[in-house]
């Protein structure tokens, strides 16, 4: 750095100014690899890990437990939400729900993203399965600052698979070696399976995925006995196990011992099996179980945490389940967190992993399902105090500490401005008005500089505007539900959109920032036509009236997908059947759906919109009881 440029940058600093990003990478500088890749777009590791990229970790909310078999201070994970800022999540380890359970502590990350191409996926009835939306350059980077803080969440002796196909296979190994190091890729592997090629081909029949296995360090784990596969020939190995000679002993040693397999595995693609919501769910891309079970059993134990942050069908879950692996799982679609919910909670109905003809006959482990930016308001202004404190500072990203200023507490510092939590328990009669700021201002008046934050529930605020200035000082309002202050963040604040047909559910999507819930205005009903039910839609409305375009939404525009349980035990829903918008008929004003369950005792529907939220009723043979 010469002195021009030192002289330029302590100008900057000294006016308050925010520093230009060219000139980071003289203030950060990186040592570069021997070789990388270059796009535009492409963020240094440490400004990703500092939120530049507008994502932050957010606080955890917890759904509901499921109580099974327990472990020791741990319960698994399945999460709603979009991954990168559940990894940040993660690397900050601040969350009480994680906090020093996760991070360093992940033996093994299995990851199956979408490989971002124009061409469309199809699922077993023939019917586009998804199409990304984000291709190039722009999904490398989408994937490469979530390997980044794969990375960090490792174990020391940790291993991660990533699994693609050949379009961008090649671009992945690349940036892998820059984020992982080239020497720390153990192999290559080359899964491939079999099945029809198309009329007319003009190149060879494509049928091999590639998954490229790192380990953070130079220390991991390898476990080949577990592993070993039985050797064609009885004899094949002898000499080179057991030397020159051998006995008849050591052949029957060497024929139980069997052989490590190669880097390329034959392994059928599941969509031979039949359907039937646990071994096998029909969800688009979905994996063998022995895909994933010979991963997992080579690089783990029992009693190790494996992660799939694209959990997809939640096979991962599955297989780690059975193989006595503690699990997490995140994903950004609701399709996704069913699905795996009603797998884990059937999983005693499910194949024995000796033998296929027998039940596996075991229950679950503890699980929990959690979300991270879309909350329950209710939830929320009902934790404890302490924890409402912790968790409105991650979501307005403040750092909690409390100080005294003229006899009033002040809670905590952002930006180096100090925020005040509004207890609106200890003031439920009284709210933030006129009156109050300007008691407040009189005690602080030339005390505080320029600004100070106000945390308060949105009904407890009497102004509309997003803060009210005083003798200089503006008082902001960073309120619950929160409206956007646009100047506090780098980018706009964006939900993740769920899909309205099976062809997208696993587009590429991201958020930015945190929303909270809206349940959509429902009115629904079952009745008895030709002796089957039917359940008839008649209203769907989200509480957002108003699209990108500034068109406002007619009836059924926001619903997203209708997930029902036709028997439903009262406590646990069970997915047995979902309906994307596009496969509804829609018929004088209404959607009417045959049920397949005509002598039910209870049927759960969660009807879901475009922007995540959900509305939940529960039918009483045939009697509608809302909730």
Sequence with gaps: MNEKLREELINILESGKNIPEEYKEFIFPTINNEYELSYNGKMTKEDILRGEDGVTALPLQ??????????????????????????????????????????????????????????????????????????????IEFLRRRLILANEILAENGSIFVHLDYRMSHYVKTIMDEIFGKNNLRNE??????????????????KHDTIFWYSKGDKWIFNNDDIREEYKDPNQGLRKAFGAKYSQEDVIKNRKRGKIPEDWWYI??????????????????????????????????????????????????????????????????????????????????????????????????????????????????????????????????????????????????????YVKIWNFNENSNSSIDEEYLKVLNSSLYNKIDGRMYIVAPSNSVDFLNDYYEINGIRYYFLKIPYQIIKELHKLPFQKIKQSKTINNIN??????????????????????????????????????????????????????????????????????????????????????????NNNFNKIMVIYTDIFGNEFKEVFNGGKNNAR
């Design 268 to 417: 059928p693609v599941i969509a031979r099996q039949k359907i039937d919501g646990i071994e096998r769910t029909g969800y688009p891309t979905e994996k063998p179980f022995k895909l994933l079970e010979k991963i997992i059993k080579a690089t783990t134990k029992e009693g190790d945490i494996v992660m799939d942050f694209f959990g997809g069908s939640g096979m991962t879950a599955f297989v780690s389940e059975k193989l006595n692996r503690k699990w997490i799982l995140c994903d950004i679609g609701k399709l996704s967190i069913f699905t795996t919910q009603r797998r884990i909670l059937n999983i005693k109905n499910s194949k024995s992993l000796t033998n296929s003809n027998n039940k596996y006959n075991k229950g679950f482990h503890t699980f929990s399902t959690l979300q991270l930016g879309l909350y329950d308001l209710e939830k929320t202004l009902k934790l404890k105090w302490d924890d409402y404190k912790n968790f409105v500072s991650e979501l307005f990203e403040f750092e909690l500490k409390e100080t005294k200023i003229s006899g009033i507490i002040m809670d905590g510092i952002k930006r180096n401005y």
């Design 189 to 206: 592997i080359v899964w491939t399976y079999t099945g029809p090629g198309s009329p007319n081909m003009k190149q060879f029949n494509r």
């Design 62 to 139: 917890k759904n509901k437990t499921f109580s099974g078999i327990s472990y020791d201070n741990w319960e698994n994970l399945l999460v709603f939400g979009d991954n990168l800022q559940f990894l940040k999540t993660i690397y900050k380890n601040e969350d009480n729900l994680i906090k020093d359970k996760i991070k360093g502590k992940v033996k093994l990350i299995y990851i199956d993203p979408p490989f971002a191409t124009e061409d469309e996926f199809h699922n077993q009835r023939g019917a586009k399965a998804y199409s990304d939306k984000i291709k190039g350059t722009a999904f």
């Design 507 to 596: 587009n590429i999507d991201m958020a930015i920032g945190f929303h909270f819930m809206e349940q959509p205005d429902v009115e629904s009903k079952i009745y008895k036509k030709d002796n089957s039910n039917i359940l008839e839609l008649s209203k769907f409305y989200s509480k957002t009236t108003i699209d990108e375009h500034g068109n406002e939404y007619d009836n059924f525009d926001t619903l997203s997908s209708i997930f029902i349980d036709d028997n439903y035990d009262g406590n646990n829903f069970r997915l047995s059947k979902n309906y994307f918008a596009d496969e509804l008929n829609y018929e004088d004003g209404k959607i009417c759906i045959k049920l397949s």
